[in-house]
């Protein structure tokens, strides 16, 4: 199974910081990866697909990018709605996988 | 726009089986891929497997082999997954997600998650 190593695990930040989270792959995926926001107590929602493509309704200030084994999600400036936890997902091979998430908190 | 809908929570002793389904609307069935994820308490997402009602045949993940079934049926636009032998350490939320109706990698529709608890 492919390995996804997120990076930082946790992170505190400000509103209007921007934000990169990062995304490591055991092995190349070409460009078949997703990034999901999760809220506690909601079901993940997909904000990236296809590793860059921004999924309908996402807020622009999301982006995604990388290719192979390094991928990055970038908040380019926090709102107060965007403090949750952040996972990746590859598509490359079954069995898909997640990577260990990483908690986005108010500092 | 999809939907999925799942059944509500459950109660199950060790060494049962759960059956949780997931119903969908607003899209082409056959054709969307159906993936089962759980999420235990305080934990990160773990995907399950995953059906393709047009192809049929499932895929799961090595750690479920031999306790998992996921099936499609067609006539219903509805999904199942069965987890036998539960032990505690599957009690969790479990989600159904379908694939984006314009494909790409990414489960772009999540049903609302149903609580398996597992617990003498």
């Known amino acids: 199974a492919i390995q996804l190593t997120q990076s930082p695990s946790s992170l505190s930040a400000s509103v209007g910081d921007r934000v990169t989270i990062t995304c490591r792959a055991g092995q190349v995926l070409s460009s078949a990866l997703a990034w999901y926001q999760q809220k506690p107590g909601k079901p993940p929602q997909l904000l990236i697909y296809d590793a860059s493509t921004l999924n309908s309704g996402v807020p622009s200030r999301f982006s995604g990018s990388g290719s192979g084994t390094e991928f990055t999600l970038t908040i380019s400036r926090l709102q107060p709605e965007d403090f949750a936890t952040y996972y990746c997902?590859?598509?490359?091979?079954?069995?898909?996988?997640f990577g260990g998430g990483t908690l986005v908190e108010i500092k | 726009q999809v939907q999925l809908v799942q059944s509500g929570a459950e109660v199950k002793k060790p060494g049962a089986s759960v059956k949780v389904s997931c119903k969908a609307s607003g899209g082409p069935f056959r054709s969307g891929a159906i993936n089962w994820v759980r999420q235990a308490p305080g934990q990160g997402l773990e995907w399950l497997g995953v059906i393709i009602p047009l192809i049929g045949t499932p895929n799961y993940a090595p750690k479920f082999q031999g306790r998992l079934t996921i099936i499609a049926d067609e006539s219903t636009s509805a999904a199942y997954m069965e987890l036998t032998s539960l032990r505690s350490e599957d009690t969790a939320i479990y989600y159904c997600a379908r694939s984006l109706l314009t494909g790409g990698a990414g489960l772009g529709y999540w049903g609302q998650g149903s609580l398996v608890t597992v617990s003498s």
């Open positions: 997902q590859q598509f490359n091979s079954y069995p898909l996988t």
